[in-house]
């Protein structure tokens, strides 16, 4: 059986507003990415996913969308996105649009037409509802953003219904002429030539019909934002999510090529292990890549994390690819969680687990959190929750290039603060320093690619003990052993008596392993890869 190509890939994340600035404007752009694509090829990932480039109000920055069918002009034109996506191929990289079927601006036509009158003809292309008995909101529904997920529209008496901001309000999905406007979407875009979508909120497509209430949460604090004051039982992950979600994949599907699924979908879904297997469908009618959170909040801790891989492995339904996901432009960044010397660690770990990873721009350099001065915020999640630590400007910042003014992100301000090592941490200085963190990647990225035990090979996790973390990727005679000393403490890996004799590949720092009898050793948080 030939493998399907995002299955042995790595997806490399781009925010289109943060990594090239072509024009001078200070935000990032369309022809700033094809400018560095050369970067992206030579860094070694497969594929990109470009956070949302349509026309947009930018109050939630692009996930509100008021055209799903163009660019918006501070991102270029739909001809700078052709040429993009046709310089990408060229280098034998596909590339993957962010798909936000949820919700629309509320510039979009669509929602100006649904709001114009109780009557108009696209007034249930939206979720509208009248008032509780006292006049206020349908429900206790909260924004994920804080606040009532309610808004109040005087000229037609009604409220509607906001996931999010009140700028963008959600799509009535149990409408089929919504299902089918939408699903014209992704042709759209397939037809252009794009290899996927990574789809933003897929769990959040279908609410309960009646809109009860949702239950409180006895775990909530306010620290934790307001959103977590209730549960989301009804608001989120209905049955009926699922039937869309084959649809989908059915679209998607009938791009391929002799069987071959040629165009892949990434699911954002954020919930446990076991509803989230739902979303691969039953018989793989779901989407093909489910997106996989465990590791971003998972303590750094050799048996905890061992127990997370194993319990996702086993969860996964027949034959389901697994993915792994440790930054995006939502949460913080690794090297802030763990600090750069650990986050080399966590790449190793990214890039030899079974499955598609995904990878964020710029963790590849170690960035960490920006600092945003609070004049500069801009994130309507920390604007409007201030002081929580849930804004995501932080992880916006200006890809750093290399050491001139504005890090060569652009000759002009850039519309978020530059992280302030950036003279020192950007892509020009880190390429001639053999034991960078980039230069680790390259590594990783490289001996991945050489070896189908790494892309594609089965796992199993060795035994260990400590604070080592250890697995074996195998594919066909090719046997390969990942040790990964989590701790701050030098550890030793007793190695299976199918290993003796094995080489190094690849280790974290720039030394080399310790090998005595069998007997791996390894030093603080230190690394390797090992070829039996
Ligand atoms: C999830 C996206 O990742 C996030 O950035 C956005 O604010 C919400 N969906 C709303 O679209
Ligand atoms: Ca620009």
Same mark, same amino acid.
């Given at each position: 059986?030939?493998?399907?190509?995002?299955?042995?890939?790595?997806?490399?994340?781009?925010?289109?507003?943060?990594?090239?600035?072509?024009?001078?404007?200070?935000?990032?752009?369309?022809?700033?990415?094809?400018?560095?694509?050369?970067?992206?090829?030579?860094?070694?990932?497969?594929?990109?996913?470009?956070?949302?480039?349509?026309?947009?109000?930018?109050?939630?920055?692009?996930?509100?969308?008021?055209?799903? &069918?163009?660019?918006?002009?501070?991102?270029?034109?739909?001809?700078?996105?052709?040429?993009?996506?046709?310089?990408?191929?060229? *280098?034998?990289?596909?590339?993957?649009?962010?798909?936000?079927?949820?919700?629309?601006?509320?510039?979009?036509?669509?929602?100006?037409?649904?709001?114009?009158?109780?009557? $108009?003809?696209?007034?249930?292309?939206?979720?509208? &509802?009248?008032?509780?008995?006292?006049?206020?909101?349908?429900?206790?529904?909260?924004?994920?953003? /804080?606040?009532?997920?309610?808004?109040?529209?005087?000229?037609?008496?009604?409220?509607?219904?906001?996931?999010?901001?009140?700028?963008?309000?959600?799509?009535?999905?149990?409408?089929?002429?919504?299902?089918?406007?939408? !699903?014209?979407?992704?042709?759209?875009?397939?037809?252009?030539?794009?290899?996927?979508?990574?789809?933003?909120?897929?769990?959040?497509?279908?609410? $309960?019909?009646?809109?009860?209430?949702?239950?409180?949460?006895?775990?909530?604090?306010?620290?934790?934002?307001?959103?977590? %004051?209730?549960?989301?039982?009804?608001?989120?992950?209905?049955?009926?999510?699922?039937?869309?979600?084959?649809?989908?994949?059915?679209?998607?599907?009938?791009? /391929?090529?002799?069987?071959?699924?040629?165009?892949?979908?990434?699911?954002?879904?954020?919930?446990?292990?076991?509803?989230?297997?739902?979303?691969?469908?039953?018989?793989?009618?779901?989407?093909?890549?489910?997106?996989?959170?465990?590791?971003?909040?998972?303590?750094?801790?050799?048996?905890?994390?061992?127990?997370?891989?194993?319990?996702?492995?086993?969860?996964?339904?027949?034959?389901?690819?697994?993915?792994?996901?440790?930054?995006?432009?939502?949460?913080?960044?690794?090297?802030?969680?763990?600090?750069?010397?650990?986050?080399?660690?966590?790449?190793?770990?990214?890039?030899?687990?079974?499955?598609?990873?995904?990878?964020?721009? /710029?963790?590849?350099? /170690?960035?960490?959190?920006?600092?945003?001065?609070?004049?500069?915020?801009?994130?309507?999640?920390?604007?409007?929750?201030?002081?929580?630590?849930?804004?995501?400007?932080?992880?916006?910042?200006?890809?750093?290039?290399?050491?001139?003014?504005?890090?060569?992100?652009?000759?002009?301000?850039?519309?978020?603060?530059?992280?302030?090592? &950036?003279?020192?941490?950007?892509?020009?200085?880190?390429?001639?320093?053999?034991?960078?963190?980039?230069?680790? !990647?390259?590594?990783?990225?490289?001996? %991945? *690619?050489?070896?189908?035990?790494?892309?594609?090979?089965?796992?199993?996790?060795?035994?260990?003990?400590?604070?080592?973390?250890? !697995?074996?990727?195998?594919?066909?005679?090719?046997?390969?052993?990942?040790?990964?000393?989590?701790?701050?403490?030098?550890?030793?890996?007793?190695?299976?008596?199918?290993?003796?004799?094995?080489?190094?590949?690849?280790?974290?720092?720039?030394?080399?392993?310790?090998?005595?009898?069998?007997?791996?050793?390894?030093?603080?948080?230190?690394?390797?890869?090992?070829?039996?």
């Amino acid at each position: 059986m030939t493998t399907p190509w995002w299955q042995s890939s790595v997806i490399y994340q781009i925010y289109p507003r943060s990594f090239q600035d072509a024009n001078g404007d200070g935000i990032g752009d369309l022809k700033g990415i094809t400018q560095r694509l050369d970067y992206l090829g030579g860094l070694g990932i497969d594929a990109i996913w470009i956070s949302p480039i349509y026309p947009s109000p930018m109050a939630d920055f692009g996930y509100d969308v008021a055209d799903h &069918c163009d660019v918006d002009p501070r991102f270029g034109t739909l001809a700078d996105f052709d040429e993009l996506l046709a310089q990408a191929h060229a *280098r034998g990289l596909k590339v993957l649009l962010d798909f936000v079927p949820n919700h629309t601006s509320d510039r979009h036509a669509w929602f100006a037409e649904s709001r114009s009158s109780r009557d $108009a003809a696209k007034r249930d292309w939206y979720l509208w &509802c009248d008032p509780a008995p006292n006049g206020g909101p349908p429900n206790n529904w909260i924004s994920d953003f /804080g606040g009532s997920a309610w808004a109040w529209d005087e000229t037609s008496g009604q409220y509607y219904y906001h996931a999010f901001l009140k700028e963008q309000p959600d799509l009535n999905w149990r409408n089929p002429a919504v299902q089918a406007a939408m !699903y014209e979407v992704m042709r759209f875009w397939f037809d252009r030539g794009v290899d996927g979508f990574r789809i933003d909120v897929l769990w959040h497509l279908i609410k $309960a019909a009646d809109f009860p209430d949702n239950p409180p949460n006895p775990a909530y604090r306010p620290a934790m934002g307001e959103m977590h %004051r209730v549960l989301q039982l009804h608001s989120t992950d209905q049955p009926e999510v699922h039937a869309l979600a084959a649809e989908m994949r059915a679209i998607a599907d009938s791009y /391929g090529i002799a069987g071959l699924c040629e165009r892949v979908l990434l699911g954002e879904i954020y919930l446990p292990i076991d509803p989230l297997m739902h979303y691969y469908g039953q018989e793989h009618a779901g989407v093909h890549l489910p997106l996989n959170f465990l590791l971003i909040d998972a303590p750094w801790q050799a048996g905890a994390l061992a127990d997370l891989i194993a319990g996702y492995e086993a969860a996964l339904p027949p034959a389901a690819w697994p993915n792994w996901v440790l930054g995006n432009h939502d949460r913080p960044r690794i090297a802030r969680k763990l600090g750069e010397a650990k986050a080399r660690i966590a790449a190793m770990l990214l890039l030899t687990l079974r499955g598609t990873p995904t990878l964020y721009y /710029g963790d590849e350099l /170690g960035l960490n959190d920006a600092k945003i001065p609070p004049s500069q915020v801009q994130d309507p999640r920390e604007l409007r929750e201030p002081g929580l630590g849930l804004g995501r400007d932080p992880v916006r910042s200006p890809m750093p290039w290399d050491g001139s003014e504005n890090a060569g992100f652009s000759t002009a301000p850039p519309w978020l603060p530059l992280n302030a090592d &950036c003279h020192l941490r950007n892509v020009a200085e880190m390429t001639g320093e053999r034991a960078s963190i980039l230069a680790l !990647y390259r590594r990783l990225l490289a001996v %991945r *690619r050489a070896h189908p035990a790494l892309a594609i090979g089965a796992f199993a996790l060795l035994d260990s003990a400590g604070d080592v973390l250890a !697995y074996e990727r195998r594919h066909g005679t090719q046997r390969l052993i990942v040790a990964l000393n989590l701790g701050t403490d030098a550890q030793r890996l007793e190695l299976p008596d199918w290993a003796s004799g094995c080489r190094l590949l690849l280790s974290t720092t720039a030394e080399a392993l310790l090998i005595e009898n069998n007997m791996l050793l390894l030093r603080a948080d230190e690394g390797g890869v090992l070829a039996a």
